[in-house]
């Protein structure tokens, strides 16, 4: 039977962790977002070197598994005399995987801009929140791996120390849950903000 008491007495504790959450994900999607401007750029590139390399990178991220990105940043590069706080070895992380992803969003953008003329901010703020929130869901794999203290982290800390996993991984998928569909309904409405000029303009045409 649930523990209401435990869920009533922790919630709090276990939603503080999303400020950690927030922040690794805005910090990665803003380190990652320049660094697949210039691999897609790179994939457009007239220089066959640079085409190759960045086409390459793509291949050799996607081709690797989020967990064996994690266990090289925080186990293998300390053996090799690299020592990274935790902080910046979340975000090293997260970047690397989804500058890979991004890059291929931007590429679409930069293969049709006639297309795209005058809806760049409506064609991909969609696109961008999915990856946004692929992010947040993806520092719950490094808390797992008791690197990172957010939500998933002090979920998994009290529900251990007072035996209510069950309960405490509940709160967590309702903080997650909340935290992404805000993010996703605000990014909605800023779509429909930014689509209403070209509709307006489409109507009177």
Not at 168 to 179: C, E
């Amino acid at each position: 039977m649930l523990d209401f008491e435990f869920v009533w007495n922790n919630w709090l504790f276990i939603a503080g962790g999303v400020g950690e959450t927030l922040g690794i994900t805005i910090l990665s999607f803003a380190c990652a977002l320049p660094v697949a401007a210039l691999i897609a750029k790179g994939r457009r590139s007239s220089h066959p070197l640079v085409k190759s390399l960045s086409a390459a990178y793509i291949l050799l991220i996607d081709g690797i598994p989020l967990y064996l990105l994690i266990f090289l940043v925080f186990l293998v590069l300390p053996q090799i005399g690299i020592f990274l706080p935790i902080l910046a070895s979340a975000t090293l992380i997260l970047t690397i995987y989804y500058s890979s992803r991004l890059s291929v969003i931007l590429d679409g953008q930069f293969l049709f801009p006639e297309a795209n003329k005058g809806r760049f901010w409506v064609s991909i703020i969609p696109q961008l929140t999915n990856e946004f929130n692929g992010i947040i869901k993806d520092t719950t794999i490094i808390s797992m791996a008791g690197f990172v203290h957010d939500v998933m982290w002090r979920a998994k800390d009290i529900g251990r120390d007072e035996f209510r996993i069950l309960e405490a991984y509940l709160v967590a998928i309702f903080v997650y849950l909340i935290l992404i569909t805000g993010i996703s309904l605000g990014a909605k409405a800023l779509t429909r903000q930014l689509a209403k000029p070209e509709q307006e303009l489409t109507s009177t045409a």
